[in-house]
């Protein structure tokens, strides 16, 4: 993606998008060359309904159930007693989720890094969304941070919806549907757009101290 084009479309779409932008962080995602769908989603079911300290140890326990391993093995996820990653810190819920990530990994359902990068982000949705505790808001953080996709447009997610709001000066935020039919003029930079709007809830009107936890 041409960043330098991405700023100029939207900033040329409205003076205040614009105004947001020029005082906001640069957008800085970019591609992981190394992103593995399954290591990503498992982590990303870890982290759910969590703040980040507490999520971050929680993670790092269940890595430590493999000490050897740069990547988790779907089998031998399968293959762990749930009491381990009880243990952990996993609810029942995120261990089921974690198990079904792992079997649909294993038959196909979920991608492999290589055919990933040669379906669009609907097909990805579609597919990623088969397995149990991940939703669409899921998978499109993967698209847009883990994937550096340029066009998603998370239409769902609050912070989105509020940056949105605060930048154009909106008493209510807009519902999904709404937030849809504005990002047509933002394509094919959405995901940009998106990240100026959570930028517009970090602190200000001229600097920027916060990161996407705070989100």
């Not at 029942?92 to 989720?97: C, L, P, S």
């Not at 941070?145 to 239409?155: C, E, I, M, S, Y």
């Amino acid at each position: 993606m041409n960043h330098a084009h991405a700023h100029r479309h939207l900033s040329e779409s409205d003076p205040r998008l614009a105004a947001l932008i020029a005082r906001s962080r640069p957008y800085e995602i970019t591609p992981s060359v190394s992103i593995r769908p399954f290591d990503a989603l498992a982590e990303s079911i870890a982290y759910q309904q969590l703040n980040g300290k507490a999520a971050a140890t929680i993670w790092s326990r269940v890595r430590a159930l493999y000490p050897r391993e740069k990547w988790l093995n779907p089998k031998r996820i399968l293959a762990t007693a749930d009491d381990s990653f009880r243990a952990a810190g996993l609810s029942r819920a995120k261990i089921a989720a974690l198990k079904d990530l792992a079997a649909k990994t294993i038959d196909g359902t979920v991608p492999s890094p290589r055919v990933i990068a040669r379906m669009s982000d609907d097909e990805i949705v579609t597919r990623l969304t088969a397995v149990r505790g991940i939703g669409r808001w899921t998978v499109e953080m993967f698209l847009l941070f883990d994937l550096g996709r340029p066009d998603v447009w998370p239409v769902g997610d609050y912070g989105v919806r509020k940056g949105f709001a605060k930048t154009f000066g909106r008493r209510e935020l807009p519902t999904p549907k709404q937030l849809m039919k504005f990002g047509e003029k933002w394509r094919p930079y959405r995901s940009v757009a998106a990240w100026y709007f959570w930028r517009a809830l970090d602190v200000p009107e001229k600097t920027n101290r916060s990161d996407f936890d705070n989100c």
